[in-house]
Structure formats: structure tokens, C-alpha cells
């Protein structure tokens, strides 16, 4: 069975420093990994994946299969990044979620 | 755009009531997906189904059962409420790029 693991809950960081959510993951397959993300009062919605390499509102995530991460970063943190962020796992048929960090941007 | 469509945003409910809660997509998305959200817990998988009539487990099933009897529907059904199924659900469909499309979310609460 597949495991992610998110170890801080609350993530606190000022306007302009850069943020970064560790997300580790257990899979005996070939791990599909996303972020998600869900700003106040809206849906939970795809941030990025790993397969697209890409970058989207200025954060990045980038895969490594030694040392089972899939970590959350943006350089430069903006008040609108504050919201909750899921790393997940899609294996066997199923999207399997970590328990979330709160992000809060101080201005 | 797809959109997954939950038709009640809050529910309240006593122990032991037969809950229905409904989810339609209308994407054609073979895949749909029921979680509960609940703080510090994150989102655990009730049940999920391929296609209709069909259904799997998800980590979470104790409690709850799921009916898929049209492609674009699927609920999730609490045959006897309990306060301790006080939580966020949140239903959610796939097509074939494993990226899930969510509703905006039940919220339930059993006293």
C-alpha cells in the first residue's frame, strides 16, 4: 500500500521568504505524485505534477526516487499562497493523500 | 471545464438516519472517487469506482456504502449515522490522467 507522509502541520512564513512543504512518500511501484492545494472557501484543486515539470504560480516540485521526496517549493512566498496543501500519490488505481500543511504568509 | 456537482452543502443529521449524499459529473469520467476530509487527518478514501455498478474499497469503508447506477452519478450512503461520521466529504472524478476533479464538498454533521 502505497504511504505519504507530510510532517509539519502549520507553516508559518513572512511575505517574500521562501517556502518549502516536505512530502515523502512509500510505493513499491513507479509513484505518480501531485500537489493539491485548497484556498480558503474553494474547491481542492491540482497545483502540479510530477510529470510535467512544470512550474505554476512560482512553485516547484521536483521527484527523488533515492530518497522517496516530492518537496514543495516557491523561492519568493506572496500573501495568496496562504491555504492548505496536499502531496498525493496515484497507485493502484487510487490517489492517496497526506495529512495536509496549513500555509500561512504573513505580510 | 469539468465539474463535479454535490448536491448539498450542509446536512444535519441524528444518529442513526439513513444519510444519501449525491455527486454527479458531467464529464464522462469513467472514475469516481468519495473521501472525508477532516483536520489533521487529511483526506481518506472511502470508496471509489471504474465504472457503473462497479466499486472498491478505499481505506476507509467501514460504515458507508456507494451506489454507481449511471456513469455520471455516484453516492456515498451512511446507512446509520454516527457522530463519529461528523466530517467533509468530498466526491471526485478522474478520466485517464489520474488527475482528480473535486466537488466543493459536503459538509455533514450528526448529533
Known amino acids: 500500500a502505497q504511504r505519504v507522509t507530510q510532517p509539519e502541520k502549520l507553516l508559518s512564513v513572512f511575505k517574500g521568504a521562501p517556502v518549502e512543504l516536505k512530502c515523502n512518500y512509500s510505493?513499491?511501484?513507479?509513484?505518480?505524485l501531485f500537489w493539491y492545494v485548497q484556498y480558503s472557501r474553494q474547491r481542492l484543486q491540482l497545483l502540479l505534477r510530477?510529470?510535467s515539470r512544470e512550474s505554476i504560480k512560482g512553485f516547484t516540485a521536483d521527484l527523488n526516487k533515492g530518497e522517496t521526496s516530492f518537496h514543495l517549493k516557491k523561492p519568493f512566498a506572496q500573501e495568496e499562497d496562504s491555504a492548505m496543501y496536499y502531496c498525493?500519490?496515484?497507485?493502484?488505481?487510487?490517489?492517496?493523500f497526506g495529512k495536509g500543511n496549513q500555509v500561512v504568509v504573513i505580510p | 471545464d469539468v465539474k463535479v456537482t454535490q448536491s448539498s452543502r450542509y446536512l444535519v443529521k441524528r444518529t442513526g438516519e439513513k444519510v444519501f449524499l449525491e455527486c454527479v459529473q458531467d464529464?464522462?469520467?469513467?472514475?469516481m472517487f468519495w473521501y472525508r476530509q477532516d483536520p489533521g487527518l487529511g483526506l481518506r478514501l472511502i470508496y471509489f469506482?471504474?465504472?457503473?455498478?462497479?466499486?472498491e474499497k478505499g481505506d476507509i469503508p467501514e460504515g458507508y456504502s456507494v451506489s454507481r447506477e449511471k456513469k455520471e452519478r455516484f453516492s456515498l450512503i451512511l446507512e446509520s449515522a454516527s457522530t463519529n461520521q461528523t466530517s467533509m466529504y468530498l466526491c471526485?472524478?478522474?478520466?485517464?490522467?489520474?488527475?482528480?476533479?473535486f466537488g466543493a464538498g459536503s459538509r455533514l454533521t450528526v448529533l
Open positions: 471526485a472524478s478522474s478520466g485517464g490522467a489520474n488527475v482528480l476533479t
Open positions: 510505493y513499491s511501484g513507479s509513484p505518480e
Open positions: 510530477h510529470i
Open positions: 498525493a500519490l496515484y497507485g493502484n488505481n487510487r490517489l492517496a
Open positions: 464529464m464522462d469520467h469513467e472514475n
Open positions: 469506482s471504474y465504472d457503473v455498478k462497479m466499486k
